[in-house]
């Protein structure tokens, strides 16, 4: 990390200098062949004053200005101090002036100097004024902008490798800590604290990583929980099945009456075994989306109404009171097989779980839009903590809680009856408080009878 920062660095300071250089170069070039041009034009009008023009070349010589005015035969008018080293001719041999009219004029640069000729009227006959100017002074100002700016690269370049060097160690602590906290939680440490406040991205990554411990351990806690109750719940009706077997064998053999209750406890346990075998695998099915979903118009009504006549036999036996308001023909989209499974986990879940009096409300009631059917199943039981809410959809979460079960289950209810609504798309939830019961309700979508 430490390298790509320098690099990014030496090719910042690096593009940064050759624009610079590129830039600076053209605009003292062009700077100098507009003073050129202005020297040039300063001669052309002071040769028109008599006396002021050996003054005009004077003075632009202190500048670095060399200008000579030369008649068509190239003598040299002016100044009177003329360098003969300078060969005007050999000037003006390549740019055609000779053949221009007067006023014309030209900037050019010529190996190491920058130019202006033009063509003017001295005495009432044509004469040349040639200024030269050295870019030798262009290359000394470049020379020594091209060390400045080397200077000041390397102390950039040196600055930023400082601040990457403390930078990239201080990433790569936090992200170190954080790969050998990781590898602490992958060897199945849960007490690990993923924790980073240097940086806005790596405090959310450890927030994430912590969401993702929490989760792994309630994982691991509901897994061991399952294994607890599928044991527990297997084990049950393993040893009666045994046990009522050998009382068979061994004592009611030859007494039908007793060979025959034994054989219904035998039968009634399989069935129980079969059950939680079934629910384990619809809840695996519908959780990993295995099974199809067949929606049909159902009577929504039709259906609560022939779920609730099968716990008859709690108010028969039990003394429990179901308490019915239901509204006729209300019509939803649904499978029916699958959703007469959600309303009779849900009326079981009710009748375990309500209070003293033994009551369970039901009710199925349209929308005031026409639009939505609401289905509630409420108990009067101890009700549920606000923490405890979200858990009860998870499998084999049971509120601890001592309370009688009238109707049997594996605990998995809830979680079958979150996995068909969510595979349905259909709303549902609980309302509950403690000491106040529980509200279970789903929200279906009403639908014309007569709809296909």
Same mark, same amino acid.
């Given at each position: 990390m430490l390298c790509y920062f320098v690099?990014?660095? &030496? /090719?910042?300071? &690096?593009?940064?200098?050759?624009?610079?250089?590129?830039? /600076?170069?053209?605009?003292?070039?062009?700077?100098?062949?507009?003073? *050129?041009?202005s020297v040039g034009h300063e001669v052309e009008s002071q040769a028109?004053?008599?006396?002021?023009?050996?003054?005009?070349?004077?003075?632009?010589?202190?500048?670095? &200005?060399?200008?000579? /005015?030369?008649n068509e035969e190239w003598e040299i008018v002016a100044p009177e101090d003329y360098d003969e080293s300078i060969d005007v001719y050999s000037m003006l041999k390549d740019r055609i002036i000779v053949n221009e009219g007067v006023g014309f004029s030209e900037v050019y640069r010529s190996g190491k100097t920058i130019n202006y000729t033009s063509k003017i009227l &001295?005495?009432?006959?044509?004469?040349?004024i040639v200024v030269t100017y050295s870019v030798a002074f262009i290359r000394d100002t470049v020379n020594n902008l091209h060390l400045y700016m080397i200077i000041v690269g390397v102390s950039v370049l040196g600055v930023a490798f400082l601040i990457s060097f403390v930078?990239?160690?201080?990433l790569t602590s936090g992200l170190k800590t954080m790969s050998d906290t990781a590898v602490r939680f992958a060897k199945g440490d849960y007490t690990v604290e993923f924790f980073n406040a240097d940086y806005k991205e790596?405090?959310?990554?450890?927030?994430?990583?912590?969401?993702?411990?929490?989760?792994?351990?309630?994982?691991? #806690?509901?897994?061991?929980?399952?294994?607890?109750?599928?044991?527990? #719940?297997l084990k049950t009706p393993l040893t009666m099945i045994k046990a009522y077997a050998s009382m068979i064998r061994e004592i009611s053999g030859d007494d039908k009456e007793k060979r025959e209750k034994h054989l219904q406890v035998?039968? #009634?346990?399989?069935?129980?075994?079969?059950? /939680? *075998?079934n629910d384990v695998l619809s809840v695996s099915k519908l959780q990993a989306n295995m099974t199809e979903i067949n929606p049909k118009v159902i009577?929504?009504?039709?259906?609560?109404?022939?779920?609730?006549?099968?716990?008859?036999?709690?108010?028969e036996s039990k003394g429990y009171s179901l308490?019915? #308001?239901?509204e006729p023909n209300l019509y939803t989209r649904a499978d029916e097989e699958k959703i007469s499974q959600v309303i009779y986990n849900l009326l079981g879940n009710a009748a375990n779980y309500t209070g003293e009096d033994k009551t369970v409300y039901i009710s199925l009631k349209s929308g005031l839009d026409g639009k939505r059917i609401k289905f509630t199943v409420r108990d009067t039981g101890k009700g549920i903590a606000k923490e405890d809410l979200p858990e009860i959809w998870n499998r084999y979460y049971r509120v601890k809680e001592n309370h009688t079960r009238p109707v049997k289950g594996t605990g998995l209810g809830l979680s079958i009856v979150k996995a068909i609504l969510e595979n349905h798309s259909f709303d549902y939830g609980v309302d509950s408080e403690p000491g106040k019961g529980s509200t279970f309700w789903i929200d279906f979508p009403s639908v014309p009878a007569d709809i296909q």
């Open positions: 690099l990014l660095a &030496f /090719l910042l300071v &690096f593009i940064i200098e050759l624009v610079l250089s590129i830039v /600076l170069i053209n605009t003292i070039e062009n700077n100098a062949r507009e003073r *050129v041009a028109k004053i008599p006396f002021a023009l050996e003054g005009c070349i004077k003075r632009n010589r202190r500048e670095g &200005f060399i200008t000579v /005015l030369a &001295f005495n009432g006959k044509p004469h040349y930078f990239s160690r201080k790596l405090a959310q990554l450890s927030d994430t990583m912590n969401y993702v411990r929490d989760e792994v351990k309630k994982s691991e #806690d509901f897994q061991r929980e399952i294994l607890a109750n599928v044991t527990h #719940d035998i039968i #009634d346990e399989a069935d129980r075994l079969t059950g /939680l *075998v009577n929504l009504t039709e259906l609560v109404y022939a779920i609730i006549n099968k716990f008859g036999y709690l108010q308490m019915v #308001d239901i």
